[in-house]
Structures are given as C-alpha cells and as structure tokens.
Nanobody, 115 residues
Framework: QVRLMESGGGSVQPGGSLRLSCAAS????????MGWYRQVPGKQRELVAG???????NYVDSVKGRFTISRDNATNTVNLQMNSLKPEDTAVYYC?????????WGKGTLVIVSS
C-alpha cells in the first residue's frame, strides 16, 4: 500500500510560479514511476509530467519548457515546479505512483491561475 499526500496548490496570477510537492509513505520501496496528472471539470484527467525510478522524464507538450518534475528518493517525494503559469493550467493536480502494477493516487491539490 502506498499513500500520497500533495501540497503546494493555491492561487497565482498569470506568469507566476507554484511548486507542488507529493510525499509518499507506506510501501515506498516498491514504487517505480511517479507523476502528476491534472483534471478540469468536464474533461478527462491528463498526464502532466512523469518520472521513472531511473530518472526518465516525460511531459505533456503544453507544459514543456515551463514545468519541471523532480524526484527525491531519499525523502520519497516528487515535486512539480510550475513556472510561467497560464489560466489554462487551472486544474486539480493529482500525484500518482505506480507500484507492483498498481496505481495509487493522492487526493489532489487545486491550482488556480487567474488575474
């Protein structure tokens, strides 16, 4: 069992920055990939950024060059640095972890980008 707790959401003006963090606990030794998804009401959840245990990264095209995902295996956290935020980045952001062919989700943290 893996438990995930997100933090760092909030409200910011366009062009601003936020940093999301996700702390994993439980069977952390079994975690492979971790990542961040986001969801807007009425739309499907989309993968924003992912990082494997080997450090391979992937990003959705709309955030490339603006968002950076990082992982600290010593503290079992995954972070998402979000710069140059746009109104269309407004969403609930969810942390996810894959462990032993199961996917685990956090409860989500709300990010609002608005002037």
């Amino acid at each position: 069992q893996v438990r995930l707790m997100e933090s760092g959401g909030g409200s910011v003006q366009p062009g601003g920055s936020l940093r999301l963090s996700c702390a994993a606990s439980g069977s952390i030794f079994s975690i492979n990939a971790m990542g961040w998804y986001r969801q807007v009401p009425g739309k499907q959840r989309e993968l924003v950024a992912g990082i494997t245990s080997g450090g391979r990264l992937n990003y959705v095209d709309s955030v490339k060059g603006r968002f950076t995902i990082s992982r600290d295996n010593a503290t079992n956290t995954v972070n998402l640095q979000m710069n140059s935020l746009k109104p269309e980045d407004t969403a609930v952001y969810y942390c996810t972890a894959e462990a032993r062919a199961r996917e685990y989700w956090g409860k989500g943290t709300l990010v609002i980008v608005s002037s």
